[in-house]
């Protein structure tokens, strides 16, 4: 497997809690994998390892072959640049604009000129259908615009991976099918690697290429959906049929 990013017998512990416990992951490049598991399974300590806000205790994590569990900040500040994070809240600047809060990464880490950064700022807000919207202020947003503008900001500088934490937490049915056919026409779009951390089961199941189910600090199950579906773990198996029967709920 052609993976963009390999864990490989990972473990981080918090004092004497063991969040990983030895995690094997490949995922794979030009994918979309969904990272499945109940809250405090360690699905985001997962992925702050990718870009190095954590390092492990034991075992290594390799960004496109490269180990970066010891690389020093200077270094991973290079590997970090191959990454967009879409975070749960879209995490926007309050204080900033639309157009600011999309620039931001342009003017953090691109030396362009003016015209250029309004350029790309309005080509990326049109790819996530969000013109003429500039001037705005997050607390004049919806909750799915917000979520939308950060997208756009994680966009800003054409990560090889995006990451997206919890993206239909909160939402209303219609506005996660929205937000599924956003990042369905990004990945699209870009051709990249998408990793979905995420307990929406019905929403993997539509939009995963791949999916791994972490119990236990490991990864319990990991495969296609029709692989991961198919599994005898008992967990699996049981947070599964909650999952799905949790969206089937009437009047939900």
Do not use: W
């Not at 499945?36 to 399974?41: A, D, F, N, P, V």
């Not at 900040?73 to 990454?83: A, E, Q």
């Not at 969000?130 to 990560?159: F, H, I, Q, T």
């Not at 692989?227 to 773990?233: K, P, T």
């Amino acid at each position: 497997m052609d993976a963009a990013i390999r864990y490989e017998s990972v473990i981080k512990r918090f004092g004497e809690q063991v969040v990983l416990d030895g995690v094997d992951l490949a995922i794979e490049r030009g994918r979309i994998t969904f990272i499945l598991g109940k809250s405090g399974t360690g699905k985001s300590v997962l992925i702050k390892h990718a870009i190095g806000l954590l390092r492990p205790d034991e075992g290594r994590v390799l960004i496109d072959d490269e180990d970066i569990t010891r690389l020093p900040d200077r270094d991973l500040r290079r590997v970090r640049i191959k990454f967009g994070l879409l975070f749960q809240d879209a995490a926007l600047f309050d204080s900033m604009s639309v157009f600011e809060n999309v620039a931001f990464p342009l003017v953090e880490h691109r030396r362009l000129r003016p015209d250029r950064i309004a350029e790309v700022v309005r080509a990326k807000l049109g790819q996530v259908g969000l013109e003429g919207v500039e001037n705005k202020y997050p607390a004049e947003l919806s909750g799915g615009m917000r979520k939308r503008v950060g997208l756009a900001r994680a966009l800003a500088l054409d990560p090889e991976i995006l990451l997206y934490d919890e993206p239909t937490t909160g939402l209303d049915p219609l506005m996660v099918e929205q937000i599924n056919a956003l990042i369905a026409d990004t990945q699209a779009r870009q051709r990249g690697t998408s990793v979905v951390i995420s307990h929406d089961i019905p929403s993997a199941f539509v939009l995963a290429d791949r999916v791994a189910v972490l119990a236990g600090g490991r990864v319990a199950a990991c495969g296609t959906p029709e692989e991961v579906r198919a599994s005898e773990h008992p967990f699996v198996r049981e947070f599964l049929a909650a999952g799905l029967s949790e969206r089937l709920r009437p009047g939900q």
